[in-house]
């Protein structure tokens, strides 16, 4: 199963199903560890809870259900929903830029971005936190469905392989939630772009066979022509802007083309000290960790 929620969400047992014990759970796709308890006394039939996703963060979620029904059966049901929407009530957000360097048509901002909804995650700067340049932030859920946060907006690319002229086999496809413009592909994957449909997954249908497809990267095209490349592991790769300018970054730092720029910054006890060269000009920055 699998379904796009927003707001208030019912759980509703199918017809002639009556539940006499039962927990009722969830985790992001992304994070299984990350397990929420619902109910512990999950029981009746029809409507047995409903859920809100008004502070949760957007993306993909497993709903679990461990039951024993009235005949004496146990067993797990496990739904995949997307949460999507902005309405979060009481939601906190906060970012502050400790700088900005000048190029040609393309800034280089280092952000600090504090959410509420991200409180139970520590990262650099404590609880909430996360540091980024030019920031981007993306998950990618079990099902390749593309969790985008840009401008403080959280959207979904859902995963829509579309078929081939030999059938039975699929390329690669995002279709943008309603409402998100812009468009996203890849720039290549382990199974060189020719898949098959497995239950809720796809995996490669020659090269690799068998295998689960997974993107190499993904390039983000927003409505007005910039570009985004991102690593399958999140991290922004690149950005071009409407001059053609790009900003490319490595492991060992960022540049910008043509030659102006370069930076670089790393995560160390606990502390975030970051590099940046200039015209020949070096500043350095230590910033502690903090939290809210």
Partial sequence: ??????????????????????????????????VTTISTATTGAGQIAVGSTNGSQNGGY????????????????????????????????????DFTVPSPGLAIQIQRTYDSLLRSQSSDFGYGWRLGLNAVNMTVTATADVALTIG??????????????????????????????GSLTTTGDNCFGVLIHIGNIYQCGISNAGSVYQATAYKYTDPYGRVYTIGSDGALQSLKDLNGNTLTLAASGSRVQPDLAF???????GESRRSLTHWGISINMLTTRTGI
Avoid at 3 to 18: H, W
Avoid at 69 to 93: E, F, I, L
């Fill in 1 to 34: 199963m699998k379904s796009t929620v927003t707001g208030q969400a019912p759980v509703t047992l199918i017809a002639g199903i009556t539940l006499v014990s039962g927990t009722l759970t969830y985790y992001p796709a992304n994070n299984p560890g990350a």
């Fill in 62 to 97: 497993f709903l679990i259900l461990n039951a024993t029904n009235s005949v004496g059966v146990t067993q797990t049901s496990q739904a995949y929903v997307t949460v999507a929407g902005d309405y979060k009530p009481g939601r906190v957000t906060a970012t502050v830029t």
């Fill in 152 to 181: 403080g907006k959280r959207r979904t690319f859902y995963f829509t392989p579309s078929s081939t002229i030999i059938p039975g086999f699929f390329v690669p496809q995002y279709t943008a939630e309603p409402g998100m413009f």
């Fill in 263 to 269: 930076l670089s910054y790393a995560t160390m006890r």
